[in-house]
């Protein structure tokens, strides 16, 4: 097996090398100049900052973010940057942060000022009912200040559709714009979700055989049973859970339907290749059946129990610490542990194998995703504010919106730099990118790395898009120069029992995923009175689910979940289905159209 493997690997490298031979190398980047003409110099000095900034004031902005995990000023590298560059800091708004649900957008709203920077999603009539609040600037007129974001005319006039507002207005820009084919899955070497497990630990029991979701269970019980402590000595849990994102439902009980190929639109889980679509409080559900797992989780004494009241952040420092054995998404358990020394150690979280996965993927959007950005109707200084967009937009600032859930390779020059034309890791990079953290240069304004990331949580382009000039993505984790790094323990013991070079390779290998094609699809408006029986539908769906994992017995189990069914059936859930299922199918319609 090694010795073939060997040979796989030398193969690969032979074979990225000669498709690199055929790729037309474009310019360098200019990352020099900015929108407006002005130096846009990536490093931070602090001798120098009153002159690098075309603005006089500075300036405090408020940028609304529906789907940031943080609230205040933007701090750290990322902040000095905005300063140097648009002499103005950040303060995030962030949903999320202040208890979750439309409570701050209504209030926001009724003051007639969401921010001076706003991003919202733009289905169910929210964005067409904040333009025509008026809540909204129209950009137009400063397009000519927007030459990154007006390449994406089609994302554009998606928008203009979504809103029936005039071709000439451009009230909202997509996120996640892309130049790639809609069935191309957007994510990279790993999906979105999947299921990540600490596969030291799954190998040293004996790598046990799992062909569903549920033979999970008795493999992580071993696991914690063998390892009971984590890094620091605390407790260790197979599973942990938080409520933060709980919206429809509850977040964690969705994600292992993507496993499966579905994903949500409101009560409704949707398949990625039409063939299904489900009510999430169906019996059999898919939904329900990852309640079940969770419920018996507890049962086995493998979920953790603060799951009910810790938060994101307390997660991720449980995964840190290698207090939790499992994650759904390769952005968490990955990110927070597979540091350099780990893998080195042999120590880390990678997919496992399951037989019967089919994982939800999402195609590129080459007209954009749901989540938008635009600027408040009542903003300072809008021309500053259009100038940041753009520069968002930009290679530059692409680069520089790194975050831990993507995959951008942050600042040439510091993370990463071209080696005869070809992009490789600074050693700096390696420690930041690579390892988790890294303490900032003092040019750079010193501090973390990971403290000073982009808080937004936007992605303008998606990382898998070529470098403008380059013909290498954003996404450094494709490079070549990187997959060649993926050579520690952990990365080998991992491709020699999968017999590939990385998840999406194995995936496909296995025809073990699904990609629902990107499209300008957008949900329509939902009448009032289905947002007011979705509301009252939907916490009882939480909170019941939230029960559902905790129940004593199966008797409760069903119970529990008999009552949800009963209560939301008599509040009018059925007719809040009625009209997921109509979006869900007209959805499909447009996917169809882009297979």
């Given at each position: 097996?090694?010795?073939?493997?060997?040979?796989?690997?030398?193969?690969?490298?032979?074979?990225?090398?000669?498709?690199?031979?055929?790729?037309?190398?474009?310019?360098?980047?200019?990352?020099?100049?900015?929108?407006?003409?002005?130096?846009?110099?990536?490093?931070?000095?602090?001798?120098?900052?009153?002159?690098?900034?075309?603005?006089?004031?500075?300036?405090?902005?408020?940028?609304?973010?529906?789907?940031?995990?943080?609230?205040?000023?933007?701090?750290?590298?990322?902040?000095?940057?905005?300063?140097?560059?648009?002499?103005?800091?950040?303060?995030?708004?962030?949903?999320?942060?202040?208890?979750?649900?439309?409570?701050?957008?209504?209030?926001?709203?009724?003051?007639?000022?969401?921010?001076?920077?706003?991003?919202?999603?733009?289905?169910?009539g929210r964005l067409a009912d904040t333009v025509r609040a008026e809540l909204m600037l129209d950009l137009q007129e400063y397009s000519d200040r927007m030459p990154?974001?007006?390449?994406?005319?089609?994302?554009?006039?998606?928008?203009?559709?979504?809103?029936?507002?005039?071709?000439?207005?451009?009230?909202?820009?997509?996120?996640?714009?892309?130049?790639?084919?809609?069935?191309?899955?957007?994510?990279?070497?790993?999906?979105?979700?999947?299921?990540?497990?600490?596969?030291?630990?799954?190998?040293?029991?004996?790598?046990?055989?799992?062909?569903?979701?549920?033979?999970?269970?008795?493999?992580?019980?071993?696991?914690?049973?063998?390892?009971?402590?984590?890094?620091?000595?605390?407790?260790?849990?197979?599973?942990?859970?938080?409520?933060?994102?709980?919206?429809?439902?509850?977040?964690?009980?969705?994600?292992?339907?993507?496993?499966?190929?579905?994903?949500?639109?409101?009560?409704?889980?949707?398949?990625?290749?039409?063939?299904?679509?489900?009510?999430?409080?169906?019996?059999?559900?898919?939904?329900?059946?990852?309640?079940?797992?969770?419920?018996?989780?507890?049962?086995?004494?493998?979920?953790?129990?603060?799951?009910?009241?810790?938060?994101?952040?307390?997660?991720?420092?449980?995964?840190?610490?290698?207090?939790?054995?499992?994650?759904?998404?390769?952005?968490?358990?990955?990110?927070?542990?597979?540091?350099?020394?780990?893998?080195?150690?042999?120590?880390?979280?990678?997919?496992?194998?399951?037989?019967?996965?089919n994982i939800f993927s999402y195609g590129a959007t080459p007209s954009g995703a749901k989540y938008v950005v635009g600027v408040g109707s009542k903003a300072q200084d809008p021309k500053r504010m259009v100038d940041f967009l753009d520069w968002l937009y930009s290679p530059e600032g692409i680069m520089m919106s790194t975050a831990q859930t993507a995959g951008t390779c942050g600042p040439e020059g510091l993370t990463w730099e071209l080696v005869d034309n070809k992009p490789q890791l600074t050693e700096f990079g390696k420690e930041a990118l690579l390892n988790g953290d890294a303490t900032m240069p003092e040019e750079w304004g010193g501090g973390s790395w990971k403290d000073g990331i982009s808080q937004l949580n936007f992605t303008t382009v998606l990382p898998i898009d070529t470098v403008e000039g380059y013909d290498f993505p954003y996404d450094y984790t494709q490079w070549e120069s990187v997959i060649e790094l993926n050579s520690t323990p952990l990365d080998v013991s991992w491709q020699e029992e999968m017999d590939a070079l990385s998840t999406i390779e194995y995936l496909e290998k296995e025809n073990q995923y699904v990609v629902a094609p990107g499209t300008d699809y957008i949900a329509p408006a939902e009448p009032s009175e289905i947002s007011t029986l979705r509301a009252q539908c939907r916490s009882i769906i939480v909170e019941n689910s939230w029960k559902m994992i905790y129940a004593n017995d199966d008797a409760e189990f069903d119970a529990i979940l008999e009552d949800m069914q009963n209560t939301v059936n008599e509040i009018g859930y059925n007719t809040v289905l009625e009209f997921d299922m109509e979006v869900a199918k007209e959805q499909e319609a447009a996917r169809a159209e882009a297979r």
């Amino acid at each position: 097996m090694k010795e073939r493997f060997k040979k796989l690997l030398s193969f690969m490298l032979v074979l990225v090398l000669t498709l690199s031979l055929f790729t037309a190398c474009g310019d360098n980047v200019d990352t020099n100049e900015g929108s407006n003409g002005t130096s846009s110099n990536t490093q931070v000095n602090d001798s120098d900052e009153e002159n690098q900034s075309p603005y006089d004031e500075f300036i405090t902005v408020d940028v609304f973010s529906s789907q940031a995990n943080y609230q205040g000023i933007q701090s750290g590298w990322f902040g000095e940057i905005v300063k140097e560059k648009f002499n103005m800091e950040l303060n995030i708004i962030a949903p999320n942060v202040a208890g979750g649900g439309d409570t701050l957008f209504q209030t926001r709203s009724a003051a007639g000022n969401l921010g001076d920077i706003v991003m919202i999603g733009a289905e169910n009539g929210r964005l067409a009912d904040t333009v025509r609040a008026e809540l909204m600037l129209d950009l137009q007129e400063y397009s000519d200040r927007m030459p990154h974001i007006m390449q994406y005319e089609a994302a554009l006039d998606m928008i203009r559709t979504t809103i029936d507002s005039p071709e000439t207005s451009i009230f909202a820009i997509p996120s996640s714009v892309s130049n790639e084919p809609a069935t191309t899955p957007s994510e990279g070497l790993d999906l979105t979700f999947g299921p990540y497990l600490r596969w030291d630990y799954y190998t040293e029991i004996g790598s046990p055989k799992m062909s569903t979701l549920e033979d999970l269970l008795p493999v992580l019980k071993q696991m914690q049973d063998a390892y009971p402590t984590s890094d620091s000595g605390n407790k260790t849990y197979a599973l942990s859970l938080f409520g933060d994102w709980d919206g429809n439902m509850m977040t964690l009980a969705k994600q292992p339907t993507c496993f499966y190929g579905y994903d949500e639109l409101g009560f409704v889980l949707a398949k990625a290749d039409g063939t299904d679509f489900q009510s999430i409080i169906e019996s059999d559900s898919e939904y329900v059946r990852a309640l079940k797992f969770y419920y018996e989780a507890n049962q086995m004494g493998i979920l953790d129990p603060e799951s009910t009241t810790q938060n994101y952040d307390t997660l991720y420092n449980k995964y840190v610490d290698g207090a939790i054995l499992f994650s759904p998404w390769p952005w968490l358990g990955q990110a927070a542990y597979n540091t350099t020394a780990n893998k080195e150690a042999g120590k880390g979280f990678m997919i496992a194998p399951i037989e019967d996965l089919n994982i939800f993927s999402y195609g590129a959007t080459p007209s954009g995703a749901k989540y938008v950005v635009g600027v408040g109707s009542k903003a300072q200084d809008p021309k500053r504010m259009v100038d940041f967009l753009d520069w968002l937009y930009s290679p530059e600032g692409i680069m520089m919106s790194t975050a831990q859930t993507a995959g951008t390779c942050g600042p040439e020059g510091l993370t990463w730099e071209l080696v005869d034309n070809k992009p490789q890791l600074t050693e700096f990079g390696k420690e930041a990118l690579l390892n988790g953290d890294a303490t900032m240069p003092e040019e750079w304004g010193g501090g973390s790395w990971k403290d000073g990331i982009s808080q937004l949580n936007f992605t303008t382009v998606l990382p898998i898009d070529t470098v403008e000039g380059y013909d290498f993505p954003y996404d450094y984790t494709q490079w070549e120069s990187v997959i060649e790094l993926n050579s520690t323990p952990l990365d080998v013991s991992w491709q020699e029992e999968m017999d590939a070079l990385s998840t999406i390779e194995y995936l496909e290998k296995e025809n073990q995923y699904v990609v629902a094609p990107g499209t300008d699809y957008i949900a329509p408006a939902e009448p009032s009175e289905i947002s007011t029986l979705r509301a009252q539908c939907r916490s009882i769906i939480v909170e019941n689910s939230w029960k559902m994992i905790y129940a004593n017995d199966d008797a409760e189990f069903d119970a529990i979940l008999e009552d949800m069914q009963n209560t939301v059936n008599e509040i009018g859930y059925n007719t809040v289905l009625e009209f997921d299922m109509e979006v869900a199918k007209e959805q499909e319609a447009a996917r169809a159209e882009a297979r």
